[in-house]
Structure formats: structure tokens, C-alpha cells
């Protein structure tokens, strides 16, 4: 039987609401993987497995098992972020109105954590041959630092993976093809102190700030611009700390700032361009730059070539379910699908589910994009597998 044939809309927003109405913000994923080991196991999937992750739930993963040829991932992330203040609906109740779902994590990325599932069932239920593996994984900590990921990739898994659809939020009609990077860089000033009464010395503070009025003067086209997706590189300064109301001019003071780079430019590049920056400051004092502080490499920009089989394969797919042109876009932040990308070594796509207030109060999932999804997804991984 035609698996695309057995995807009903009743199905996946059924699939949807479950998801929803298990919390699992970051950090309080157990309960949601629970629930996926036994939806795997239900559909007698093989290499159940759950991947213990520092300060979170597991990651998990199971195999429907095809042929010797290359393997396809559906891969979605199971955490979310907190419930902020501001909802008018309960958070962790779906709620049906003017054809959407709302509910927390409902667009990012329950909804396509459903599609996926939807998709997964489907096949499994048609019992369609497949020349391939296919692995469906969900990963934890994804809002944080993709430690989720990261053991996915360690646990060798991904290893003859040749694609990975990943149903994050995305517009209607487009496939995201690559992200760009986020990389954090830290900037610390020293000066040299001395009482405040006498106003000399060399102020930190001051250094500081003509650096970040410096970076102001650069926007919006002086970090890159790539004008086939209408995609800029940005630099957001997203702190400053020095001082305080003792009586001696400030010796140090450090910027951090939010550096997200297009396809093509290295985090080292990045850098040398601040350095420039700060060289047209003309600053008094010293400096100090280093970047990327945290406990997994930084998500890293990337494009799957639009022209691969695997890109035009989906691009096809959802055409055929939605009548109408799919558009390619980059997507503007950061997400697993970066880690899987360039340190997984997987080509990625992003193909989801529209909706909106995504990460913020009273988010929503389209309703009629589910289904749509669902057999896009499930066209693309017979056409690419079978």
C-alpha cells in the first residue's frame, strides 16, 4: 500500500497534541523520551537506543531497518523552551482555534516532531521495501547546547548517513537548505586605574564603548550579505560589564556580543574583521579577544547544494503536495541541524510545518501544514530510499 495514502490530518494532529501535552522543557526531557521508546518499540523498530546527555534527558534514536544502501535520518528535537509569561491558553493543553494548534513547543518543534513520527508510522504500516536504513532520532538540549546532538554524533550512528530531514518550523513553500553560524565572542579591555577625581588614567569603559559604536557605524551590509536569499551576517553586542560606584577609573570592561555569519566566512575571519574594527577605534588601552566558550563546538553555518539530488528530491516532493513553487532559504538562527550538518558530517535540510509566536507566549502550528508535511517527507524518503 501506498504510505502516503494512510497519512491522515486526524492522525497527525492527534500525534501533535501528545507531544505537547508531555512538558519537556530543556533540561526535563525523561517523560517525552519515555513516550518515544515506546512508540518505537510499538512499531518494532530495531537499535532502540537512549543516549544519556549531561544535565538532560536522553537523546534516543531507533532504526527501521532497509537494504545496504545509504541511510536517511528524520531527526527533531524534543526539548523546549520554558513556558513564558503571557499565554492566554494553558501552555501544556492544546488548544483548537481558527485552524491552528497552540500550545507550547507546538510549531518548534512538536508539530514536526509529529510529522516525522507520522511519516515513520506510515511507512512502516505500508510496509514499503527500503533500500536503506532509516533512523529517527530525537534529541535533547537542543535550546541550550546541543550536548543532545553532539552524543548522537559520538555514538556513531550517523556513519553512512547520506541525508537528514529535520521538520523545524519553516514557511510555507520553502525548504530551508543551511543556517547560518553563531559564534560568541568575548572582548575584555584593560586599562589602568587611578582615582576617579583626577579623571585620567586609561578607562576601560571608554575603550569599550568606542569599540561597540565602532561596530554600530557597520550595519547593516558590513557583516556580509548574500543577496540569492536575502541573508545578511549580524553583530548584536549583547553585553557590557565594567565598574561600579567605587572611586578609581575602571581597569577592565568586557563586550560580548552575538556574531552570526553566512555560509562561506570562518569564525577566524570573523575575528580578524573585529580586530580591524577595534584598530578603527583607536582605543588607549589593550585588549583581549577569544570566542566560543562553551562545552560543544559552535554551531557552524552551512549549505546543502540546492542542485543535489537530495535538495531537488524534496523540492519535488513538497511541490507535489502543495500545487504550487517551493522557494530555498537559509534559516536565520542556529539549531541542531547545524552540529549534524558540519560536525555529523550529514547534508541537511530543513522541511517543516508552518505556524507562529515560535519560542515566545501562545505559539501555534498551522493545522493543514501537518499532513502536507508529513507526505512530503514521506515521498522524499521513498523516492531517495526504495
Known sequence: MNPVEQVSEKRVVELTRTLVEIPSETGKEKEIGDWLIAFFNKLGLSQITRLPVEEAGDTVYAVLKGGDGPK?????????????????????????????????????????????????????????KLSGDLIVSGTSDEEYWSRGAHELIKSGILEGCEYCIVPEPADHATILIGQRGRHVFKLRFYGSSISA?????????????KVVAEFEKHKPDGFGYMPEYNMRGTLCVTGLHSGGDKIYVPELAEVTIDRHILPGQSVDEAADQIRRIIAEADIKGRYELTWDERPTPAPTSYITPPDSRFVQTAKKSLEMELGEEVQFALARSVAD??????????????????????????????????????????RTVVDLLA
Open 72 to 128: 536517511l535520518m528524520l531527526n527533531f528535537h524534543i526539548d523546549t523552551f520554558d513556558a513564558f509569561e503571557g499565554w492566554e491558553t494553558p501552555p501544556f493543553k492544546v488548544v483548537e482555534k481558527e485552524n491552528r494548534l497552540y500550545g507550547l513547543g507546538a510549531h518548534d518543534m512538536k508539530g514536526g516532531a509529529a510529522c516525522a513520527l507520522a511519516a515513520l508510522e506510515a511507512i512502516v504500516k505500508s510496509d514499503v
Open 197 to 209: 577625581a583626577y579623571d585620567e588614567g586609561v578607562n576601560a569603559v571608554v575603550d569599550a564603548s
Open 337 to 378: 541541524t547545524n552540529h549534524i550538518a558540519v560536525h555529523g558530517g550529514v547534508p541537511t535540510i530543513i522541511m517543516g510545518p508552518s505556524g507562529g509566536n515560535t519560542c515566545e507566549a501562545n505559539e501555534w502550528v498551522d493545522i493543514d501544514s501537518l499532513p502536507q508535511i508529513t507526505r512530503a517527507i514521506i
